[in-house]
């Protein structure tokens, strides 16, 4: 369900995981926050989290040898079985002139109010929205929220509230890398199925459709295909720690080579509330490209600090350029960075060593706050006052 001119791109791509029924399946190439997580009134769910037990990691012998047997989650079906009632299927309809596209994908219900996660590209441009319940109920849906940049959309759904089933959600920080996890969705319309894998990766980092880079992103090796977008990836003990969003394939097929990625529950747990309240949620920016400094850097540019980020490119009417911060004046040497860019060492005091520990800090903030610049610029040290703009979407 994205525009046509991203067919055709099939290097290292990433795969959109919602599915156009008798479609073409999309491929993006392009790739969060700190989030504080909800309370329990906040997402108004009286779910008890559901205990679980994780099976450790045993032995078997064979032919004389003996292999690792990995993590499993040793109660699965019954987990599965608790857990499916927060799971739904989403049908869209979409116009396009004389054309109409068919979408499935999938969500997760929040609440008793009808209230349905789900990814921004599944709903995105949707005349017409379905819920289909595990339990066979249908019901019509009205998009209420969309947050493009982290490719989430909250849904509200006509349903008596004794029919839906709230899931938990848990915390994302804690996804340890090898845990067992299983996902619920949709793949290819084949309602509610059940996948399960591990936890391959965290702290990856993807690129929502309009180019805004997602944080924290959980890599996993189960199984999701188109239809599972917008679907729980869930921990050994029922708790929700992922909406699966994408999938990397380099032959640009769009079916699951065992990389699969979620958007963390926490970022979503941050801006439900946003969402719910049908928001069209806006990330900061601050304008500027760089480059992490070392010892070895630094040196070649001639400065006398070695920990920051050195600032490569500032965009023209950015936050940044407003607050006048600048980008190099003359050529490198010997073909290295080009010299004479200012060094960014902390935000509001808080000391940055790396690109992606600055992007943090101003994606934990608002559009239109205001933060300080600490800057080493021909060796002075200076403060600067940037006032963060709305992120803007890539072409």
Same mark, same amino acid.
């Given at each position: 369900?994205?525009?046509?001119?991203? #067919?055709?791109?099939?290097?290292?791509?990433?795969?959109?995981?919602?599915?156009?029924?008798?479609?073409?399946?999309?491929?993006?190439?392009?790739?969060?926050?700190?989030?504080?997580?909800?309370?329990?009134?906040?997402?108004?769910?009286?779910?008890?989290?559901?205990?679980?037990?994780?099976?450790?990691?045993?032995?078997?012998?064979?032919? +004389?040898?003996?292999?690792?047997?990995?993590?499993?989650?040793?109660?699965?079906?019954?987990?599965?079985?608790?857990?499916?009632?927060?799971?739904?299927?989403?049908?869209?309809?979409?116009?396009?002139?004389?054309?109409?596209?068919?979408?499935?994908?999938?969500?997760?219900?929040?609440?008793?109010?009808?209230?349905?996660?789900?990814?921004?590209?599944?709903?995105?441009?949707?005349?017409?929205?379905? $819920?289909?319940?595990?339990?066979?109920?249908?019901?019509?849906?009205?998009?209420?929220?969309?947050?493009?940049?982290?490719?989430?959309?909250?849904?509200?759904?006509? $349903?008596?509230?004794?029919?839906? $089933?709230?899931?938990?959600?848990?915390?994302?920080?804690?996804?340890?890398?090898?845990?067992?996890?299983?996902?619920?969705?949709?793949?290819?319309?084949?309602?509610?199925?059940?996948?399960?894998?591990?936890?391959?990766?965290?702290?990856?980092?993807?690129?929502?459709?309009?180019?805004?880079?997602?944080?924290?992103?959980? #890599?996993?090796?189960?199984?999701?295909?188109?239809?599972?977008?917008?679907?729980?990836?869930?921990?050994?003990?029922?708790?929700?720690? +992922?909406?699966?969003?994408?999938?990397?394939?380099?032959?640009?097929?769009?079916?699951?080579?065992?990389?699969?990625?979620?958007?963390?529950?926490?970022?979503?747990?941050?801006?439900?509330?946003?969402?719910?309240?049908?928001?069209?949620?806006?990330?900061?920016?601050?304008?500027?490209?760089?480059?992490?400094?070392?010892?070895?850097?630094?040196?070649?540019?001639?400065?006398?600090?070695?920990?920051?980020?050195?600032?490569?490119?500032?965009?023209?009417?950015?936050?940044?350029?407003?607050?006048?911060?600048?980008?190099?004046?003359?050529?490198? $040497?010997?073909?290295?960075?080009?010299?004479?860019?200012?060094?960014?060492?902390?935000?509001?005091?808080?000391?940055?060593?790396?690109?992606?520990?600055?992007?943090?800090?101003?994606?934990?903030?608002?559009?239109?706050?205001?933060?300080?610049?600490?800057?080493?610029?021909? +060796?002075?040290?200076?403060?600067?006052?940037?006032?963060?703009?709305?992120?803007?979407?890539?072409?």
């Amino acid at each position: 369900m994205r525009r046509a001119w991203l #067919q055709g791109m099939v290097l290292s791509a990433t795969i959109v995981i919602s599915m156009v029924v008798g479609g073409v399946l999309v491929v993006n190439v392009a790739g969060n926050d700190s989030n504080p997580a909800l309370t329990e009134a906040t997402t108004t769910s009286s779910t008890v989290p559901i205990a679980a037990t994780s099976g450790a990691a045993t032995t078997a012998t064979t032919g +004389g040898s003996t292999a690792v047997v990995a993590s499993a989650i040793e109660n699965l079906p019954d987990l599965v079985a608790q857990v499916s009632p927060s799971v739904v299927r989403i049908q869209t309809s979409t116009s396009q002139g004389a054309f109409n596209a068919e979408g499935v994908g999938s969500g997760v219900v929040i609440d008793r109010d009808g209230h349905i996660l789900t990814n921004y590209h599944v709903v995105e441009g949707a005349t017409s929205v379905t $819920v289909v319940l595990a339990d066979g109920t249908e019901a019509t849906a009205t998009v209420l929220g969309t947050d493009p940049g982290n490719d989430l959309a909250v849904i509200r759904a006509a $349903v008596q509230p004794q029919r839906l $089933v709230p899931a938990v959600f848990g915390n994302s920080d804690a996804a340890r890398v090898g845990e067992p996890v299983f996902a619920i969705g949709n793949p290819f319309s084949l309602s509610f199925s059940v996948t399960s894998g591990i936890v391959s990766a965290v702290e990856r980092e993807r690129p929502a459709l309009n180019g805004r880079p997602i944080r924290s992103v959980i #890599q996993t090796d189960a199984a999701v295909n188109p239809g599972n977008s917008g679907g729980p990836l869930f921990n050994g003990r029922g708790e929700v720690i +992922g909406i699966n969003t994408s999938i990397e394939n380099p032959t640009g097929q769009g079916v699951f080579v065992g990389i699969g990625f979620a958007v963390p529950s926490n970022t979503a747990l941050r801006f439900i509330p946003r969402l719910i309240d049908g928001e069209s949620v806006a990330h900061p920016q601050l304008g500027i490209a760089g480059v992490d400094l070392n010892d070895l850097n630094a040196a070649d540019l001639g400065l006398d600090v070695s920990a920051g980020v050195y600032v490569t490119t500032v965009s023209p009417g950015s936050a940044a350029a407003n607050a006048g911060l600048s980008g190099p004046t003359s050529a490198g $040497v010997d073909g290295g960075l080009p010299r004479g860019g200012d060094v960014i060492t902390a935000i509001d005091g808080q000391a940055v060593t790396s690109i992606v520990a600055l992007a943090a800090v101003i994606d934990g903030h608002n559009v239109g706050d205001t933060v300080t610049l600490t800057i080493i610029r021909g +060796g002075d040290t200076l403060q600067l006052e940037a006032t963060l703009q709305e992120w803007q979407s890539s072409s």
